[in-house]
C-alpha cells in the first residue's frame, strides 16, 4: 500500500471513530434520535393526516346528511336555528355585589418555567409557575413525575393539576368551567394567578405543521387600555401579551375552564371573588347558557365549540342525553370545517363526550370515537380514551379487548387509577 493510500485509509478510520465517539455523546445523540424521530412523525402524517379522521355517531348518505344539516341550520348556515335547549338546574347562589375592578393589574414573584426541552410538559410548566408565586418549591419536572410519569402521553388534564395541587403540596386548587374576562380580571386584581386551558393554533415541532393543539397559560396581568392579558407562557414567553379577543376566542376551545392556586388560608378571598362560580352546578349552567347563545352567533369552529361546550355543560348538569344529542351535532359539524381547521386533537383533552355516551349505553360508538381518536396520533399514548374504549368493550362483553386497552393505558400513565379499579373488578390487581 503506498503512502498516500496509508494517509486516506488513516483519515477515513479517524473520521470513523469520531463519529463513533460523537454518538457515544448524550447531547449529540439525542439531537439525532430527535431528528429521525421528527423524519419519521413528518412521513407518518403525510401518509395518514390525522385532520382526515372523521367520527360520525350515525351512518348517513351524502343526502341524508345535507337534509340534516338543513334541518339543523335552517336556510341559512350563518344564522342556525338551535333545536335543544338545554335543562338548567335551579341552584341557589350567594348574592355578591362586585367590586369595581382597576383599569390595570399585576402580578408580580412568579419564577417563569418554560416547557422546551421535554415532551408535552405545557401543563407541568404552567403549574409550577403557579405555584411558585406562593412560595412552593419545585420545578416542572417535579410535578411532572406524578402527572406525566411517561413522555409520550398527550396530555395532563385540569383535574390532574389540582389533583396534583390538592395531595402533593399544602397549598389547595378549584377549577370551574364558564369563566369570563371579567372574573379573571377580579382575580389578578385581587393577587391570584389564574391558570386556564385553551385551543390555539401552533406550528408542530416535530412536523412544522401549523394546526389546533390544547395549550396551558398562567394569568398575572391585565390593562385594559391595551386590551390585553399579560400571561406567562410556557411555550413562547414569559409576560407574554394576549389580546383579551384572542384569549376570550382560544379559551371558549375549553370551555372556558380555569384553576386557581391558593394557600388554604386565603379560602375566603377566594370564594369572595369566585362569586356566583362558587357553586359547581351553577357555574355549569353558566357555561352551558354560554355556549348556548353561542350557537346562534358563530360559524365554522367556533360553532363546533359551542355545541361541544353545550354538550360538556349539559354533562355536568347530569343531562347525559341533552349533552349526548349535543355532541352528535358537534360531530355532524366536524366534516363540513376546512381541513386545516379541524381540532383533531380535541378528544385528547376532553372526555365530556365518551362520558355522555356511555351513559346512554352507546357503547359502540365510544369505542368508534375513541378509535378515531387514537388514529390521530403515531403514538397513541391517551390513557383517557383508552380507558373509555376499555370500559365500552367490557360493558360489550369483549373482556380481552377491554383488558387490553384498560393494561395499555396503564402504560401510558402508570398508576391511573380509573383503569385500575376496573381491572381490579375485573380480577386483576396489577
Same mark, same amino acid.
Given at each position: ?102 383599569a390595570a393589574a399585576a402580578i408580580s414573584g412568579v419564577t417563569y418555567q418554560s416547557q422546551h426541552g421535554l415532551w408535552n410538559y405545557c401543563a407541568p410548566a ?87 393543539m390544547g395549550h396551558y397559560n398562567l394569568i398575572t396581568g391585565y390593562d385594559d387600555n391595551q386590551q390585553t392579558f399579560i400571561v406567562q407562557d410556557a411555550y ?45 352546578? !351553577?357555574?355549569?349552567? =353558566? $357555561? /352551558?347558557?354560554? *355556549?348556548?347563545? %353561542?350557537? @346562534? ?97 367490557? !360493558?360489550?362483553?369483549? =373482556? $380481552? /379487548?377491554?383488558? *387490553?386497552?384498560? %393494561?395499555? @393505558? ?21
Amino acid at each position: 500500500m503506498g503512502k498516500s493510500a496509508k494517509i486516506i485509509l488513516i483519515i477515513i478510520i479517524a473520521v470513523l471513530l469520531l463519529c463513533v465517539s460523537s454518538i457515544s455523546i448524550r447531547p449529540i445523540r439525542d439531537r439525532i434520535a430527535w431528528q429521525l424521530e421528527t423524519w419519521r412523525t413528518r412521513i407518518y402524517y403525510a401518509i395518514t393526516p390525522p385532520e382526515d379522521v372523521v367520527f360520525l355517531p350515525i351512518e348517513v348518505t351524502a343526502a341524508a346528511y345535507a337534509t340534516l344539516q338543513a334541518e339543523i341550520f335552517g336556510s341559512s348556515a350563518r344564522t342556525p336555528t338551535p333545536f335543544l335547549q338545554p335543562t338548567f338546574i335551579s341552584t341557589p347562589v350567594p348574592d355578591i355585589s362586585p367590586t369595581p375592578l382597576p383599569a390595570a393589574a399585576a402580578i408580580s414573584g412568579v419564577t417563569y418555567q418554560s416547557q422546551h426541552g421535554l415532551w408535552n410538559y405545557c401543563a407541568p410548566a404552567t403549574l409550577a409557575m403557579g405555584l411558585s408565586y406562593w412560595g412552593w418549591v419545585g420545578d416542572r419536572t417535579n410535578i411532572g413525575q406524578v402527572v406525566k410519569p411517561v413522555e409520550t402521553d398527550k396530555n395532563v388534564m385540569m383535574t390532574e393539576l389540582a389533583d396534583y395541587v390538592n395531595t402533593e403540596t399544602q397549598f389547595k386548587a378549584l377549577y370551574r368551567y364558564g369563566g369570563d374576562l371579567t372574573l379573571l380580571k377580579s382575580f389578578v386584581a385581587s393577587g391570584f394567578p389564574v391558570v386556564i386551558e385553551k385551543g390555539t393554533f401552533i406550528h408542530e415541532t416535530a412536523t412544522g405543521r401549523l394546526s389546533w393543539m390544547g395549550h396551558y397559560n398562567l394569568i398575572t396581568g391585565y390593562d385594559d387600555n391595551q386590551q390585553t392579558f399579560i400571561v406567562q407562557d410556557a411555550y413562547f414567553a414569559a409576560d407574554y401579551p394576549i389580546a383579551y379577543a384572542l384569549i376570550e376566542q382560544e379559551w371558549s376551545g375549553f370551555n372556558n375552564i380555569f384553576l386557581v392556586v391558593y394557600p388554604p388560608a386565603e379560602e375566603a378571598r377566594v370564594q369572595q371573588v369566585l362569586g356566583v362560580w362558587q357553586d359547581v352546578p !351553577a357555574s355549569a349552567q =353558566i $357555561a /352551558a347558557q354560554a *355556549a348556548y347563545d %353561542e350557537i @346562534s352567533n358563530t360559524v365554522e369552529l367556533d360553532q363546533f365549540f359551542a355545541w361541544y361546550n353545550l354538550g360538556s355543560s349539559m354533562q355536568l348538569t347530569g343531562d347525559s342525553r341533552g349533552a349526548a344529542a349535543a355532541f352528535d351535532t358537534a360531530f355532524q359539524l366536524y366534516p363540513s370545517l376546512p381541513p386545516e381547521r379541524r381540532p383533531f386533537r380535541v378528544l385528547w383533552y376532553r372526555d365530556e363526550a365518551y362520558q355522555a355516551y356511555y351513559t346512554m349505553a352507546r357503547y359502540q360508538q365510544v369505542i368508534d370515537l375513541a378509535t378515531a381518536t387514537l388514529d390521530t396520533a403515531r403514538e397513541p399514548c391517551m390513557e383517557e380514551s383508552l380507558y373509555w374504549r376499555g370500559v365500552a368493550s367490557r !360493558a360489550l362483553g369483549d =373482556i $380481552a /379487548a377491554a383488558r *387490553a386497552d384498560l %393494561e395499555k @393505558s396503564l402504560e401510558c400513565h402508570p398508576g391511573y387509577r380509573p383503569s385500575q379499579q376496573v381491572l381490579i373488578q375485573m380480577g386483576n390487581s396489577n
